[in-house]
C-alpha cells in the first residue's frame, strides 16, 4: 500500500492504492471496491489524493527507468 486516507466528507470510507489498485474500502460494511486497477502499487512509487478527493497524483519511473514523471487525473467516478 503507497496511500491511504479517509475520502472526504465521509469517515466510513478509506481510499488507498495497492497491488489491485486504488480501493475503496467501507469501514460499516468491511467491502473492498477496486475503483481503477491500473493505478496500482506495482509500478507507481508515490500517491496522493486531494484533499477534496477529486484528483489523484502519483510518481512513477518512466519506461526505461531512468527517470520520473508526475500524473494527475480525476478519481473514478468524478
Same mark, same amino acid.
Given at each position: 500500500?503507497?496511500?491511504? #486516507?479517509?475520502?472526504? +466528507?465521509?469517515?466510513?470510507?478509506? &481510499?488507498?492504492? !495497492?497491488?489491485?489498485?486504488?480501493? #475503496?474500502? +467501507? &469501514?460499516? !460494511?468491511?467491502? /473492498?471496491?477496486? &475503483?481503477?486497477?491500473?493505478? +496500482? /502499487?506495482?509500478?507507481?512509487?508515490?500517491?496522493?489524493? /486531494?484533499?477534496?478527493?477529486?484528483?489523484?497524483?502519483?510518481?512513477?519511473?518512466?519506461?526505461?527507468? +531512468? !527517470?520520473?514523471?508526475?500524473?494527475?487525473? *480525476?478519481? *473514478?467516478? #468524478?
Amino acid at each position: 500500500m503507497i496511500v491511504a #486516507q479517509f475520502a472526504p +466528507n465521509d469517515d466510513h470510507i478509506i &481510499l488507498y492504492v !495497492s497491488e489491485d489498485g486504488l480501493i #475503496q474500502y +467501507n &469501514l460499516e !460494511s468491511g467491502k /473492498s471496491t477496486v &475503483l481503477e486497477p491500473r493505478i +496500482n /502499487s506495482m509500478w507507481i512509487d508515490r500517491a496522493w489524493i /486531494s484533499p477534496d478527493g477529486k484528483h489523484i497524483a502519483w510518481v512513477a519511473k518512466a519506461k526505461g527507468g +531512468n !527517470s520520473y514523471g508526475v500524473y494527475v487525473e *480525476p478519481m *473514478p467516478g #468524478q
